[in-house]
């Protein structure tokens, strides 16, 4: 069996896998502890800090047997991986047939770490550090784990359905951004939301968190191809397309409305672009990938700007209107531009003489959607009824980072 790894093929993975914890940490610990006030910096990096180490362990003990391990009716794995029992360092044909399984699965956890992080935006500043790492913890194991399965799983019912979700679009991103908009209304608007100024305190690190977003990212969507080849660049050269387009636009269209383009809106363009690629990125060709990202930039800014506000939601960093609009959006274009001129193991979309897909894509969508949103409210009410999820007042006038962790960002 060991003959059959490639070395190049390894080698990419693995860096593959590094750039997607990149992505985690610093990249999303510091684009959003740049986006909240100046007394939570270290709470909002603390969030993503602390889930590289705690996912690791659950993903470890029981997290990747429940995502890939032998089916159980369709909707989740068995437990015959626990504790990685029998993944070893010969590959797993199933599902790559050139690494070690074991590169596949680190590769994986990265995909688990960083998707419940993404959901912290939603209720930046005000809940309980407790709280939040047994939600953590709950929603990994309760929706994350069967949504993975369902999807890229062998025997999952999404799959074998024929749900096309090239790198996360569904299992990522719909489902941390609809969770984030439960979260945001289970936990209620931040003392002050609407009336006080809260812009964002340091836009330097947002700026550099989002560089490193994009870069990452590349890790994200080219090394889902799980080897080093021609997918592996087509993906990686789509992601580029679509977020650069989506930046450009975003800016332009916050220039026509506000009269002034800003970094936040660049930043925050790129990073939708990035989002609504990821399900498409094996499937779609250049052309296609400038059609998704100005047409996501577009949306989540109307989704950002303007629906939350009429709305009156308090999604404090946008994890809704960005991942959760900008992932629907691009899970929905996969089903119109998905190409098997692109990837022979994907489908022909609606553009491409396929409306079938699209009809898919919707109901992948809609349920990925709704079990997320219901499963976040469960957890987040039994937890809030055990111990509570949201700090005092007077700790969040006083701040996450003295409240919860006793220390402090800045010291001037």
């Known amino acids: 069996m060991e003959s059959q790894i490639n070395s190049g093929d390894t080698a990419f993975i693995l ?69 990685l029992s029998g993944v070893g360092l010969d590959p797993n044909p199933d599902y790559a047939a050139t690494i070690p399984h074991q590169a596949f699965m680190i590769y994986q956890a990265m995909f688990a770490i960083i998707t419940p992080c993404l959901i912290a935006g939603a209720f930046a500043e005000r809940m309980k550090f407790s709280a939040f790492i047994i939600f953590s913890l709950l929603w990994a194991t309760i929706v994350y784990d069967p949504l993975a399965h369902w999807v890229w799983g062998v025997g999952g019912w999404m799959r074998t359905m024929g749900a096309l979700d090239f790198a996360g679009g569904t299992v990522v991103h719909i489902s941390s951004g609809i969770s984030a908009l439960a979260a945001a209304i289970v936990m209620g608007k931040r003392i002050g939301y609407m009336r006080d100024p809260m812009p964002p305190h340091n836009m330097t690190l947002v700026v550099i968190g ?54 936040l809106g660049a930043a925050s363009g790129a990073v939708a672009g990035l989002v609504a ?8 060709g250049p052309i296609s990938a400038i059609l998704i990202g100005i047409s996501v930039g577009i949306v989540c800014f109307i989704a950002v700007v303007i629906l939350k506000n009429k709305l ?21 274009a996969t089903g119109l531009f998905a190409s098997k001129a692109i990837n022979p193991a994907g489908a022909d979309g609606l553009f491409f003489g396929n409306p079938g897909q699209l009809g898919i894509q919707v109901l992948a969508t809609v349920v990925t959607a709704v079990f997320s949103f219901v499963a976040t409210l469960i957890i987040l009410k ?4 055990v111990i509570g999820i949201r700090v005092q007042e007077e700790d969040e006038i006083m701040g996450l980072d003295l409240s919860q962790h006793n220390e402090t960002g800045y010291t001037f």
Request: hydrophobic share 55%; proline share 3%.
């Open 15 to 83: 860096i593959s896998a590094a750039l997607v914890m990149l992505m985690t940490i610093p990249g999303l610990a510091l684009f959003y502890s740049g986006l909240v006030r100046r007394k939570n910096v270290l709470g909002t990096i603390m969030q993503s800090f602390i889930l590289v180490g705690l996912i690791t362990i659950q993903w470890v003990l029981v997290g990747y047997s429940l995502s890939f391990g032998p089916d159980r009716m369709g909707l989740i794995g068995g437990f015959e991986w626990f504790g």
């Open 210 to 263: 989002a560089a490193l977003l994009w870069f990452g990212w590349f890790g994200f969507n080219a090394g889902s191809a799980l080897s080093s080849g021609g997918l592996a660049t087509s993906a990686f050269v789509v992601t580029h397309i679509a977020a650069a387009a989506a930046s450009i636009t975003w800016t332009f269209v916050e220039w026509m409305r506000h009269g002034k383009p800003t970094i």
């Open 277 to 284: 690629i990821t399900p498409a990125a094996g499937f779609v």
């Open 312 to 332: 009156g939601y308090d999604d404090s960093l946008d994890a809704f209107g960005v991942h959760g609009v900008g992932g629907t959006l691009g899970a929905l």
């Open 382 to 385: 039994v937890i809030d009824l």
